[in-house]
């Protein structure tokens, strides 16, 4: 830890969680060290005032993040790749050349946008989980009969209101109600929508290939999720990357530009940013692989030497070209989808595949 970082610190502009909503592992709240949890003893609140330049943090960033780098192999959630600056590479990550997936579909979204709307019908709210910039909504929104009203949910909370303010421009009829939340958590619907009288249908858009990120298993109950948030006459609408071509595969997450790299690095300078970390960036580099057995592009961070990193005052250390593994991707096809859905109670009623067959979009309707 340099004194260096504390000077540096920057508070960015992603909302704060007010207070500690979750217990850490408890093995992570040894004692002596800085406690995770406890925002009632002064002492604690000294040292990360002291640590991060702030009275609290994000207690669910900082569980992850010790217990994952406790792990013999060292890994941290993907979910924390996307702070406002990680949305914001993301974003550039999707007009690369490389990266196909974006643009694929986009191109599909554009052909079937019309045979979608005409499943829904009329009066329909809209969630999208991962919404983003929420680029690919309009394709959707516009094609839909009087679309009642749409709930955005992003883990980047800044990024969120600006797409959500942007929106409202474009669709004044539309009730535009943004909620912050990770869509491997149950998500919350506004009290507006929770409680009033059903009008049209109600449909989870879950596109980007999000549900890539997921381990099968943890697909299937993710969709058993999003089936209770959209009810019997629900409706969801998936867009997944079903490319299995290493050739594609492998630049498209490796890009020449290194936007994937800076994209990746940038959950260490999180780390520093919020939770006091002395990570050398530079000591680390950005690596894909492909999994070909499991069908998942892997992003790692390889330590280029032996070294130690402190977080939240615990030393963390590393061999050389010892990995922390931040991302899975994974590539369902068409069966995979199919069986996955059966397993969260749900029937695939039509899907659509791009040219080049890379991605698809399928529908699929809960069980009755
Ligand atoms: C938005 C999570 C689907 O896995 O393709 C892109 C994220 N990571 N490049 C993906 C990502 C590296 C992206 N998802």
Not at 28 to 34: N, S, T
Not at 61 to 71: K, M, R
Not at 101 to 123: K, V
Not at 335 to 359: D, H, N, Q, Y
Request: glycine residues 8%.
């Amino acid at each position: 830890m340099t004194t260096q970082h504390l000077r540096n610190f920057s508070p960015g502009a992603e909302p704060r969680t007010p207070r500690p909503l979750l217990r850490p592992p408890a093995e992570v709240d040894r004692p002596g060290r800085v406690p995770v949890d406890h925002a009632d003893s002064r002492r604690s609140r000294e040292l990360r005032a002291e640590i991060t330049g702030w009275t609290s943090y994000d207690p669910r960033l900082a569980a992850d993040v010790l217990s994952g780098l406790s792990q013999p192999r060292k890994s941290i959630p993907s979910t924390w790749l996307y702070d406002q600056r990680g949305s914001q590479l993301f974003e550039a990550i999707t007009e690369l050349p490389e990266y196909y997936a974006t643009r694929s579909e986009i191109a599909l979204l554009r052909n079937c946008a019309a045979e979608i709307a005409e499943e829904i019908g009329p009066d329909a709210t809209m969630i999208e989980i991962g919404s983003g910039s929420s680029r690919k909504t309009p394709l959707l929104l516009g094609a839909m009969q009087r679309p009642y009203a749409y709930v955005p949910v992003d883990i980047s909370g800044a990024f969120l209101m600006h797409s959500a303010a942007l929106l409202r421009g474009r669709f004044p009829d539309v009730r535009i109600m943004p909620v912050v939340g990770d869509f491997k958590r149950p998500v919350q619907l506004p009290h507006a929508l929770r409680f009033a009288p059903a009008r049209g249908r109600r449909i989870v858009f879950f596109p980007g290939s999000t549900i890539g990120n997921l381990t099968p298993e943890e697909a299937v109950q993710c969709l058993e999720r999003l089936g209770d948030l959209c009810g019997p006459n629900g409706l969801i609408v998936l867009g997944v990357d079903q490319n299995h071509n290493e050739e594609t595969l492998l630049p498209a997450y490796n890009d020449a530009a290194g936007v994937t790299a800076a994209f990746n690095l940038n959950l260490l300078e999180r780390i520093n940013r919020e939770l006091g970390g002395s990570f050398d960036v530079g000591a680390f580099r950005h690596e894909a692989r492909y999994d070909s057995d499991k069908r998942r592009i892997e992003m790692h961070l390889v330590s280029v030497r032996e070294q130690t990193a402190e977080v939240l005052r615990r030393p963390f250390a590393f061999a050389q070209g010892e990995t922390i593994h931040t991302e899975n991707s994974y590539k369902y096809d068409r069966e995979a989808i199919e069986s996955m859905a059966a397993r969260a109670k749900m029937r695939r009623l039509a899907g659509w595949v791009e040219e080049r067959g890379r991605f698809a979009v399928h529908l699929l309707e809960p069980h009755t």
